[in-house]
T-cell receptor, first 114, second 110 residues
Framework: SAVISQKPSRDICQRGTSLTIQCQVDSQVTMMFWYRQQPGQSLTLIATANQGSEATYESGFVIDKFPISRPNLTFSTLTVSNMSPEDSSIYLC???????????FGPGTRLTVL | GNSVTQMEGPVTLSEEAFLTINCTYTATGYPSLFWYVQYPGEGLQLLLK?????DKGSNKGFEATYRKETTSFHLEKGSVQVSDSAVYFC?????????FGTGTSLTVIP
């Protein structure tokens, strides 16, 4: 299994500002993902964070709005840029085990945009 | 393609009642199947899993059996507790891709 921590755990931000969320894993992992969970909704995959190269974004998500860094195999950041109230969500970091069969999640970052 | 369909909520049960949350899947291959639980204010935690047909995953009194013939992975618990109140997600993985259901909210009242 993998132990994942995220910072901050929650934040309240003003419209137009940006927030960077950090994800730290206790072991080296190849596959790392960022999800969004809007209130009362299921998970939506934002992107796959690739170590040493640009992230792979899902349809509807763009790098300018959600820039991602992955400098090594244990760490990634997601920035939510130029925020609006519609960005209020829980943002979840997740990793996949070496076999590629099991996914583990961080505790999430609860973001409220006013 | 691959997808997961799970029973819509919310579900409200009295303590010690029997729980079933239905989950069916569509997959092009032979996926692994999972149930995740999300307690209020927290991230997702893996509850149980099954990697092949007829496997039964179990944890904390919850069980689910991988049924290939009905493409189902229903979650069951014989006697729920107030502390089981959470959102439950069914998921599958195939070829390093993961697919989640929409989640079922469970509230257990004393």
């Amino acid at each position: 299994s993998a132990v994942i921590s995220q910072k901050p755990s929650r934040d309240i931000c003003q419209r137009g500002t940006s927030l960077t969320i950090q994800c730290q894993v206790d072991s080296q992992v190849t596959m790392m993902f960022w999800y969004r969970q809007q209130p009362g909704q299921s998970l939506t995959l934002i992107a796959t964070a690739n170590q040493g190269s640009e992230a792979t974004y899902e349809s509807g998500f763009v790098i300018d709005k959600f820039p991602i860094s992955r400098p090594n195999l244990t760490f990634s950041t997601l920035t939510v840029s130029n925020m609006s109230p519609e960005d209020s969500s829980i943002y979840l970091c997740s990793v996949v085990d070496r076999a590629g069969n099991e996914q583990f999640f961080g505790p999430g970052t609860r973001l409220t945009v006013l | 393609g691959n997808s997961v369909t799970q029973m819509e909520g919310p579900v409200t049960l009295s303590e010690e009642a029997f729980l079933t949350i239905n989950c069916t899947y569509t997959a092009t291959g032979y996926p692994s199947l999972f149930w995740y639980v999300q307690y209020p204010g927290e991230g997702l935690q893996l509850l149980l899993k099954a990697t092949k047909a007829d496997d039964k995953g179990s944890n904390k009194g919850f069980e689910a059996t991988y049924r290939k013939e009905t493409t189902s992975f229903h979650l069951e618990k014989g006697s729920v507790q107030v502390s089981d109140s959470a959102v439950y997600f069914c998921a599958l993985s195939w070829n390093r891709q993961f697919y989640f259901g929409t989640g079922t909210s469970l509230t257990v009242i004393p």
